[in-house]
């Protein structure tokens, strides 16, 4: 292994490029998200082995005693694989999307210790001398790759605790966090970074200029919570796609200073795919694409749903066996998964009835918002986890058309992505796709209890004449309906 040549190492890390390449073409659909993700373990099994066969290369070239990092990189590898695999195979479905949160806060990190380190000891790196300075290009790349890792950083922090809802600090909470000159002080902050990476980039010497590379370092910390919280418990769903982007540029980055096409290519391809997710994102929920980079959006929803107590109006409910005699009774069903669904792990109990109407002669299809749950694609992985044929699961632009003639919309747990107060020029909500579910003959909604979704509205379709409300735990209202269909 310490023969190994530089031709090698670049044909093992195209080799894992292109299985980085075939990854992203595979979970771009959820039929092929199993062969996309053995492509991604694959790539990245030949990446991180490759990386410590020419670690342990370089490390005959270095001097006596300096090779003691090497036993501490196997070591930080196989701790952080088991830490990995157990958060893996340990995370609940609803807690996925604070899982991506967490990873993306790692390799945020990450960049910004290497960037660190590669500061301190360039010579280690092969990036200069021992006892030459910095070259400009890659003092640059190191600002920037800081920069994007530290804001990836404390940006996901912000995101993880927004996610979980569990912790009272006030940052971490669903409701925004605003103050008057917010933006100036984040254009500020963000004039005060450029101007110190500058002096940073342009210092001469051999020595490093360390204290306006820490201060720009603390500042973009800063930055990274700043931008976060003003955005609101609606929104997350984009700020995790947003987040990936920013990871993927953090990594390709600091592949530019250490002259690792490894990073730069797997950077890339995060930092691109996490680029145009978020713009579909932003597209599902009428947001600005750059006001998202910015971290100037959100919280448009929950000021203008906080204006009061909702009023009560009367509503139509029924039993889970009503439900079922209705469903039973169609000849087209239309299912709506949300978040709620996923709470109450009620996915494969829903498979169970779906498995009965179709016995029953029912065609059913399962309806997709863009942003139902918690991240991009919760919904179709918790179907997945259920084994729900792909055939049958339908994204929003393939199935609005089709509500108008459905005999039954069957909504659980969804809330804001069916809401028709998105089609009213007032509605704070106004020209956010919906699923149109209030296009149904009949529709039946299951839900714990009347309250408003992330984006704190009323839902108008839970007080159409042909909505039926159901409520309680999703997981046994289904089962109920399950024994009713029998």
């Avoid at 006892?131 to 530290?150: K, W």
């Amino acid at each position: 292994m310490n023969m190994i040549s530089m031709n090698v190492v670049t044909l093992f890390y195209l080799i894992a490029s292109v299985c980085f390449i075939q990854a992203l073409k595979g979970l771009s659909s959820p039929a092929s998200a199993r062969t996309g993700n053995a492509f991604g373990m694959a790539g990245m099994a030949i990446a991180a082995v490759t990386t410590v066969a020419l670690i342990f290369r370089l490390k005959a070239d270095m001097q006596a005693g300096a090779g003691i990092g090497f036993p501490l990189v196997v070591l930080g590898v196989v701790i952080g694989g088991l830490i990995g695999a157990y958060a893996a195979k340990k995370v609940e479905m609803t807690k996925m999307p604070e899982l991506v949160a967490a990873m993306h806060s790692l390799i945020g990190l990450a960049a910004v210790c290497i960037a660190i380190a590669a500061v301190s000891e360039p010579w280690a790196f092969n990036i200069a001398a021992r006892d030459a300075a910095l070259p400009f290009g890659n003092r640059l790349e190191l600002f920037i790759g800081t920069f994007v890792g530290a804001v990836t950083f404390s940006g996901s922090v912000i995101a993880f605790g927004k996610l979980s809802g569990k912790y009272k600090f006030r940052l971490f909470q669903g409701a925004p966090v605003r103050y008057t000159g917010q933006h100036l002080v984040n254009l500020g902050i963000a004039v005060a970074i450029i101007v110190l990476g500058l002096v940073f980039c342009f210092a001469v010497g051999v020595q490093p200029a360390w204290t306006p590379y820490l201060i720009m370092a603390l500042l973009s910390f800063a930055l990274g919570v700043l931008i976060i919280i003003p955005i609101g418990g609606a929104d997350m769903p984009v700020v995790v796609s947003m987040l990936n982007s920013y990871s993927g540029w953090a990594a390709a980055g600091i592949g530019f200073s250490l002259n690792n096409s490894m990073l730069i290519i797997a950077g890339s391809l995060v930092g691109s795919s996490g680029a145009i997710l978020s713009y579909i994102m932003c597209k599902a929920m009428n947001r600005s694409f750059f006001n998202v980079i910015l971290g100037g959006f959100g919280g448009e929803v929950e000021a203008g749903a906080a204006g009061g107590a909702q009023e009560q109006r009367p509503v139509k409910s029924g039993s889970a066996e009503d439900a079922a005699f209705i469903l039973e009774n169609a000849e087209t069903v239309i299912i709506v998964p949300g978040y709620g669904l996923a709470v109450a792990r009620a996915q494969h109990a829903l498979k169970e009835l779906t498995d009965k109407l179709t016995e029953h002669g029912v065609t059913v299809k399962y309806a997709i918002h863009p942003v139902a749950g918690r991240m991009p694609g919760h919904m179709n992985v918790l179907l997945a986890e259920a084994e729900v044929p792909y055939d049958m699961v339908y994204e929003m632009e393939d199935i609005n058309s089709e509500f108008g003639q459905a005999d039954v919309a069957l909504i659980l747990g969804a809330n804001d992505v069916v809401n028709p107060a998105a089609k009213d020029p007032k509605s704070p909500i106004a020209g956010m796709p919906i699923l149109e579910a209030y296009k149904a003959k009949s529709i039946i909604v299951n839900k714990r209890s009347m309250a408003s979704g992330y984006a704190g509205l009323d839902n108008e379709l839970f007080y159409q004449p042909n909505t039926m409300m159901v409520f309680g735990d999703a997981k046994k209202v289904i089962e109920a309906m399950g024994k009713a269909v029998e």
